[in-house]
């Protein structure tokens, strides 16, 4: 039995539903305290950047064996998200994870299990619109190693990024972690990220608010756009 094999499997859990997710998400919000969430007045909107991780058909398909039960319900809340960003031609990137046995590194003996091109689930689920988003593939939880991640935001002139998408505590937590030692102040949604299990979503908020970025709500980032314009018109 190898390293891995002994870690015992996750027990997935569906802590956000449709009918629960405003209420859970405000509740974690809360449990966060103001301390974590001071910066929230710094967002601007109009120096910001969109991250959509990996809300491909394999994280969001029941039947397979990657399904995260949470994550459907995060989808109108990406959508309109999306849309405000397009509205106002900002920048919005849609990630997708592919590997190769030459690029998935540590991840192949972690997960024993690689997501290919040939795979029939890599798509990104088609009730997010993708129309005017910048599509990038990348090969580890990092959505900026190995990519042009970085040189696209600066060449958009980007401080600020808002991540939503899967998993909460993997693609994730390491792209906020990677955004904030590149410079960028980072936005993580509480109620727009979903992953395995409610305590590794919360653990990753608890984590991130201490030192990486500001625990935001998707309707927070939604009024501060509505504010920006109103003060702009």
Not at 177 to 203: K, L
Request: include cysteine; charge should be negative.
């Amino acid at each position: 039995m190898g390293e891995y094999d002994k870690i015992p499997p996750i027990v997935k859990e569906c802590y956000f539903t449709p009918a629960s997710l405003n209420e859970k998400s405000q509740e974690i919000c809360q449990s966060l305290g103001q301390t974590q969430r001071r910066c929230l007045d710094r967002f601007d909107p109009h120096h910001s950047a969109l991250l959509v991780l990996d809300m491909q058909e394999y994280f969001l398909q029941p039947d397979s064996h990657a399904f995260i039960p949470s994550a459907s319900a995060i989808i109108p809340g990406l959508q309109t998200l999306v849309n405000v960003y397009n509205a106002l031609s900002l920048p919005v990137i849609f990630t997708r994870h592919l590997n190769t046995p030459q690029d998935a590194g540590n991840m192949a003996s972690w997960w024993h299990d690689l997501l290919t091109e040939e795979h029939p689930l890599n798509g990104i689920i088609p009730a997010l619109d993708q129309t005017n988003g910048v599509k990038l593939v990348k090969t580890q939880y990092d959505a900026f190693h190995n990519t042009s991640l970085e040189d696209l935001l600066y060449s958009w002139q980007v401080a600020q990024v808002v991540i939503c998408g899967v998993m909460t505590h993997l693609c994730c937590e390491t792209t906020a972690r990677s955004a904030f030692v590149r410079g960028f102040e980072v936005f993580f949604t509480i109620d727009g990220t979903a992953t395995y299990t409610e305590a590794h979503h919360r653990a990753t908020l608890l984590n991130l608010a201490h030192g990486f970025a500001v625990p935001v709500l998707v309707e927070e980032i939604i009024t501060a756009f509505q504010e920006s314009s109103h003060e702009n018109a």
